[in-house]
């Protein structure tokens, strides 16, 4: 799944039709609540953190061309435990370690 404001204003009927069917991946963490069997995106939080930042400087005087261009570097796994059993599809141990979080 793309995230989109389109997608995301429709999230819950997307997985209502897709989620117990097809192994969904999207990005952001509310795909996987919603139902999707794994989500990977950067850590919108921890980049929105860093913007404010870019903010402060700016308020502080700094020239916005001047600031070097970050790209996110903390990202996000989450697996959907619930899913994957729906789907029959057995998670490796070695994934779900690895996980930032994993929903039963």
Same mark, same amino acid.
């Given at each position: 799944m793309i995230d989109s404001p389109l997608t995301e204003q429709y999230i819950d009927a997307i997985m209502r039709f897709a989620a117990h069917r097809? *192994? /969904? @991946?999207?990005?952001?963490?509310?795909?996987a609540e919603a139902?999707?069997?794994?989500? &990977? $995106? *950067?850590? &919108?939080?921890?980049?929105? #953190? #860093?913007?404010?930042?870019?903010?402060?400087? @700016? +308020?502080?005087? $700094? /020239? *916005?061309?001047d600031l070097p261009i970050e790209q996110p570097t903390k990202f996000e796994l989450v697996?959907? +435990?619930? /899913? $994957?059993?729906?789907?029959? %599809? /057995? %998670? *490796?141990?070695?994934i779900l370690l690895r996980a930032d979080e994993v929903i039963r």
């Open positions: 097809l *192994p /969904t @991946i999207s990005e952001g963490k509310d795909w139902g999707a069997l794994l989500t &990977y $995106a *950067p850590d &919108y939080h921890n980049m929105w #953190r #860093r913007g404010a930042t870019y903010v402060d400087k @700016i +308020l502080k005087g $700094a /020239t *916005p061309g697996i959907n +435990l619930k /899913t $994957a059993k729906a789907l029959g %599809i /057995t %998670i *490796p141990e070695s």
